[in-house]
């Protein structure tokens, strides 16, 4: 859980218009930042937008004092706290109440998208082309279970456990940020890890790995076919389904089958597009409309141990296909005319 700090760079001269290119080249970072201390994607990107704007506006009054990273984070970090002061905490499905069986599942009404921790692109927080072992820590810590165990700690602490433990900041560089005693940053690190320990998510099969790739396309597979006996193979006696903005859950194979034979059958027929999500495989689902025609439904973040599926979890938002460089329909129908011909 330690992938290597950004760059410290310092600007004598924020004038010149090597700021503008400064402040878009940690754009990443704090992207990273703000998501793992607001739980979701949209909150990150406006965060990180007011971030640039306070950056700008107050450049004349920065003059290299200290560096640009600090400085940037020092804003970062207030701007996260102003959002926080809402009590709402994010979390997944499975942090409101306990599971349900398949039998009496009714997803009821849909609650705000405020309520739940939300998916973002791996690339848009962490350096993906780094070495593999650096990689993948740094995956594990934007994974679902991480960043909602992080809403679990008040933002100070949540801020000291990622500048420290994440972005491998030094206490005495923490403290700078944000004007506290070197100390103090010691003292929240330790309260934070205690309370994390509480939270510990299950081991995660790196994405690189050859076994891990072969479990995600046998699940592509089994998925597009509707394969259920396939479909079922591939999940671990304690996977977990989960589908927010509904606080609906289920635990277990034989659930979650009858889950996707029912109620959940729409899905049948449908196609899913790769994408690395929240440091695990993830599709973009398209549910079918018409014979060569699939439309934008839900987000799937598959958590696995290697060997099986621990994790299907199913956001469902279209709306949020386009904010992942996503299309929102899959159009197909052209192309099955011309081969009919």
């Known amino acids: 859980m330690q992938p290597a700090a950004a760059n410290d760079v310092q600007v004598t001269d924020p004038g010149t218009g090597s700021f503008d290119q400064l402040l878009e080249a940690s754009r990443r970072d704090l992207t990273g930042y703000c998501y793992r201390m607001l739980g979701a994607a949209s909150e990150a990107e406006d965060a990180v937008q007011e971030t640039m704007i306070k950056a700008w506006s107050r450049q004349e009054s920065f003059a290299g004092q200290s560096s640009l990273r600090t400085w940037l984070f020092r804003i970062a970090h207030n701007v996260c706290v102003d959002m926080l002061r809402s009590p709402q905490r994010r979390a997944r499905p499975m942090d409101l109440g306990p599971s349900t069986r398949t039998a009496d599942a009714v997803l009821g009404t849909p609650l705000m998208e405020s309520v739940f921790v939300q998916p973002i692109p791996d690339e848009r927080v962490i350096d993906t082309s780094g070495d593999p072992a650096v990689v993948a820590e740094a995956r594990d810590t934007i994974r679902l279970a991480f960043v909602a165990a992080l809403q679990h700690l008040p933002p100070l602490q949540r801020s000291v456990l990622i500048l420290c433990e994440v972005l491998r900041w030094s206490a005495a560089e923490v403290a700078t940020l944000l004007e506290v005693t070197t100390a103090s940053v010691n003292s929240a690190l330790q309260r934070a890890r205690k309370t994390m320990a509480g939270y510990e998510p299950s081991a995660s099969m790196p994405l690189e790995d050859p076994a891990h790739k072969d479990l995600l396309a046998k699940y592509l597979r089994a998925f597009e076919a ?25 635990r277990g194979p034989d659930d979650v089958r009858a889950w996707f034979v029912g109620e959940g059958r729409v899905c049948e027929g449908g196609r899913l597009l790769p994408l690395p999500v929240n440091g695990a495989g993830g599709f973009a689902n398209y549910h079918l409309v018409e014979p060569g025609l699939w439309e934008a439904f839900a987000l799937q973040v598959i958590e696995t141990d290697g060997e099986r599926i621990i994790g299907h979890h199913n956001f469902l938002y279209p709306d949020m296909f386009e904010a992942f460089g996503l299309p929102l329909v899959i159009d197909e129908r052209d192309a099955q005319v011309a081969d009919e011909r």
């Open 226 to 250: 509707y394969d259920m006996a396939a479909l079922v193979s591939l999940l671990r006696d304690d996977v977990v389904l989960s589908m927010p903005p509904f606080n609906l859950w289920l």
